[in-house]
Each structure stands twice: as C-alpha cells, then as structure tokens.
C-alpha cells in the first residue's frame, strides 16, 4: 500500500524541484535548456553584466589555487561570448565553511585563466548560490525582507568597483515566503519559481508570460525524453533513500543520546549525548525545509530538545 501510493505521489509531481540534485542536474545539465539557464542566471547578475549566449564548461576542474592535485567539482558552470565564466550552486543542508568554499570555487576558476605568464587582465566569475538554507547574517533585521545578496571586491568607503573580478551572488530561496499574488518585481517571481517549482501543478496565471515559457518547459517531468526520464527518476530515488536512512540514523542517534542522557542522570542527554554526524543530519533535515515542528512531530521527539541540535550546533 505504501509504494501505491507513493507511485501515486509521484505521478503528480509536474515539475522537477530544482533544489534537489536530481532536479538540479535534469535542468543546468541538459544543454536544450540553455534559454531556461540563461534567464535564470541573467535574473541575479548587476543590469551591466547580462548573458545572451552561453557554452557549458566541464564541472571537474583541478584546482591550481590551494591544491595542484585536488580535484573540485562545480555544480555547474558556463561561459558567456565575452569570456565571462558563470558558475552555479545549490545548497540545500547547512555547511559550516560554505562562503569560505564558494571563495575558493570563484578563485580557482578565476586563477586559472591567467596560468600562462603574467597576465591578470582575465574574465570575471560570477557564482549564483540558490540557497534551500538561510544564510547567517550578522544583521538580521536588514536582512528580514531581503532574499539576494551579493559579495565582490570593492573599496571600503566609497564602495568603488576598480573591475570585475569575482562575484559571489546567493539568492536565498529559504527564507522567501511570498505568494505569488504579491510578486510585484521579476526577481521575486523568479525566486518563487525557484522555490516553488516542484510543488505546482501547472502554470499560474500570473506566470503566463512567454518569458517563463523555457523555464516550465525544461522542468516539465513528462516532456523528459525515456532515457533523460529513467535516469531522473533513479537518482530522485536514490536521493530520497539517502534522506530516508539519514532520518533513520537520526532517529536511533537521537534515542542512543536520550538513553545515555537518561543513564547518567542528565536532562541534557540530547546534546550531551549525540554525536557531530547526528548534529549534521539534523541540520540536513531543517535544511530541507522542515521546519522543528515538523523534525519533532516526525520523530516523536519533545520540541525543545529537537532545537538544542538546530541551536547549538
């Protein structure tokens, strides 16, 4: 009965969700939708810098930067007719050096261009983070009501820009809870298409403009051709199988913390109990955008302690 009507669940999904790897890789890594990536991309980059052509670059780079023998792989990356390079992330489970490693992805890309002798007059890199976690600004309330920050090389005072050189740009999906109805600007309908994508059945009226037309089409689950489709399907599942043992270690690293909380006379037996992989799978679950309610109500395990993990780690 449970694989019915999970088959039934997944009859209806539509649409790929983007913030997943299989939904991700079914839409930046199929080079027929570049008009799709091209107008996701041109949505978060400055009014000066907007891309009409692009050619995809291999993910796996070696990294001449930190380390001649590591090699790193993108998530995705292009380049534009200018030279440009546009490389794009998803991050969807809370990483503790994350802007520190968006740092060195831009780098490297931007350090290896100017391999042969001395000339730095390189392309600028641009990396977009489509962030399925919320960022940790230290103003929190700046940042209530604003969902895309950009980080880049400028002047203290004056904010002077000398040249393009790396641009870190996050567009932060977790926090944006606007419907549709109040979407007033094309940078917040694009966000709600990110982040809701997976979740609709069809085209909403206020998302009729041709402009969206190469977006649907290209996460549309029916129009995948057999193969594009089986392969979808098998690492979507692989996905949820992953998340599924990650909540089932969770669940026992949480009752081994209890346990050993409950032997040694602890209220604390949570926290004092579990380990930084259990920590880290917590993370991944919120991450996914449950909510404490929701890790709590699954689990069957008391609020408060579901948020010593989500607080304190």
Known sequence: ??????????????????LTNAGFK??????ANKDAVMM????????????????????????PVLSLNKEHQYDFMCR????????????CYTEKSWFQRCVSYASRAYDRQSRKGDNYDVS?????????V?????????????????YTFREKTTGDLLAETIFIIFAELAGFDKTLEVCVTAQDRMLFVLKNLG????????????????????????????????EYETEMNDEKRLNGMMRAKLEEGIEQGLEKGREEGRSEGLQQGRSEERTDMVLKMYSKGMSAEDISAL????LAEINIVLTSA
Request: proline share 6%; charged share 30%; aromatic share 12%.
């Open 199 to 230: 979740k609709l059945k069809g085209r909403p009226k206020w998302l009729q403009d041709d402009v969206y037309e190469c977006i649907f089409r290209a996460c549309e689950i029916s129009a995948f051709t057999e193969e594009k489709r089986i």
């Open 26 to 31: 079914a839409v930046f890594g199929d080079v």
């Open 40 to 63: 996701i991309i041109n949505e978060f980059l400055p009014e000066n810098r907007k891309v009409e052509h692009i050619d995809y670059l291999p993910t796996n780079y070696q990294g």
């Open 299 to 302: 689990l069957d395990i008391p």
């Open 1 to 18: 009965m449970y694989m019915e009507n999970n088959a039934k669940s997944e009859v209806a999904q539509r649409y790929v969700d983007i």
């Open 134 to 150: 919320p960022i940790n600004h230290p103003d929190k309330d700046f940042w209530k009501d604003r969902y895309v920050s950009e």
């Open 124 to 132: 600028p890199v641009y990396l977009i983070g489509l962030m399925g």
């Open 80 to 91: 534009d007719s200018s030279g440009a390079l546009f490389i794009v992330e998803m991050q």
